[in-house]
């Protein structure tokens, strides 16, 4: 069993940037951030592999979010730049026994819980 804690949401303005952080309570291979926003359904975000040297993105975050890993603490996180109104969500990690990240949400066997992130106008 792997438990995953997601931390760094909040409240940003239009156009500001938030960092989001995922602690696994082990080593993990691929892992990936979802978001799902009220009334919506959960929405791949990003993935990365086990090593961090391949990533994938959804064509609606590419060039604003950047997916990486710090292997060494366990941790996976998400630089979120030039946010959006359209980026308010809960946004959850996952992690997958495979070594490379995939971006249907049924190929990950672990979640964490989210965090709340909202991007005001």
């Known amino acids: 069993q792997v438990q995953l804690v997601e931390s760094g949401g909040g409240l940003v303005q239009a156009g500001g940037s938030l960092r989001l952080s995922c602690a696994a309570s082990?080593?993990?291979?691929?892992m990936a951030w979802f978001r799902q926003a009220p009334g919506k359904e959960r929405e791949f975000v990003a993935a990365i592999s086990w090593s961090g040297y391949n990533t994938i993105y959804a064509d609606s975050v590419k060039g604003r979010f950047t997916i990486s890993r710090d292997n060494a603490k366990n941790t996976v996180y998400l630089q979120m730049n030039s946010l959006k109104p359209e980026d308010t969500a809960v946004y959850s990690c996952?992690?997958?026994?495979?070594?490379?990240?995939?971006?249907?949400?049924?190929?990950?066997?672990?979640w964490g819980r989210g965090t709340q992130v909202t991007v005001s106008s």
């Open positions: 996952a992690a997958r026994q495979s070594l490379y990240g995939s971006p249907a949400y049924s190929d990950y066997d672990y």
């Open positions: 082990k080593r993990t291979n691929a």
